[in-house]
């Protein structure tokens, strides 16, 4: 069977959020993970469901996938660390400390 592949590079939320969000809807099927993330409260939540819609469209619009709804799956949903912003805030007695404001990038396979 066929794979079609959706990405979100640099997406403004750290990994940690987001792979707690895609550890529950990894290995569904695609009616049940739309169903799913919509109904979450979580930010993770809305970036995984616009990235599986991407998906969903990808494969609509490729003529080789015959796309049949209650058989297609979310194959794998990988997120990596992407480019940290690095910010400054003011501490104590003129010092600083460094913040990291994550960043991540998203990759899901259906099939």
Do not use: C, W, Y
């Not at 970036?47 to 996938?65: C, M, P």
């Not at 990988?78 to 400390?97: C, H, I, Y």
């Amino acid at each position: 069977m066929m794979e079609i592949v959706s990405k979100a590079n640099s997406v403004r939320i750290s990994p940690k959020k987001l792979r707690k969000v895609a550890d529950l809807v990894r290995g569904l099927n695609v009616n049940k993970a739309l169903n799913s993330l919509s109904h979450m409260d979580e930010k993770g939540a809305a970036i995984i469901l616009k990235t599986l819609s991407s998906a969903i469209a990808n494969a609509d619009n490729n003529e080789d996938f015959n796309l049949d709804m209650n058989s297609v799956n979310v194959k794998t949903i990988t997120v990596d660390e992407g480019p940290a912003l690095k910010r400054f805030r003011a501490r104590a007695q003129g010092r600083a400390n460094r913040i990291k404001k994550r960043t991540s990038h998203l990759k899901i396979v259906i099939g």
